[in-house]
Nanobody, 117 residues
Framework: QVQLVESGGGLVQFGGSLRLSCAASGFTFSRSAMSWYRQAPGKERELVAGITSAGSSLNYADSVKGRFTISRDNAKKTVYLQMNSLKPEDTAVYHC??????????WGQGTQVTVSS
């Protein structure tokens, strides 16, 4: 079955960095677009960054452009989110998403990122 396991979250100070990882299994990773979403308390889940199956196209939320970088390693079946210059408003649970058709969209359980001011 499809599994997405996020790791790398934690508590970091304002201006710090974290690198999130999402290890995938149970599907053909190299054929799946991958994305990172986040959900802060009391807010809706929002797209943070996305990457196409071959890694040829990336997209970012305006709020993270220039600070976050999404990447993938198809050999390791892992997608990453490098987060630099973190701000308190980046505090959220970060979820990994795999998508290759309208009927095939899967989520990981998430990893907590907390940025202190």
């Amino acid at each position: 079955q499809v599994q997405l396991v996020e790791s790398g979250g934690g508590l970091v100070q304002f201006g710090g960095s974290l690198r999130l990882s999402c290890a995938a299994s149970g599907f053909t990773f190299s054929r799946s677009a991958m994305s990172w979403y986040r959900q802060a308390p009391g807010k809706e889940r929002e797209l943070v960054a996305g990457i196409t199956s071959a890694g040829s196209s990336l997209n970012y939320a305006d709020s993270v452009k220039g600070r976050f970088t999404i990447s993938r390693d198809n050999a390791k079946k892992t997608v990453y989110l490098q987060m630099n210059s973190l701000k308190p408003e980046d505090t959220a649970v970060y979820h990994c998403n795999a998508f290759w058709s309208r009927l095939n969209s899967y989520w990981g359980q998430g990893t907590q990122v907390t940025v202190s001011s």
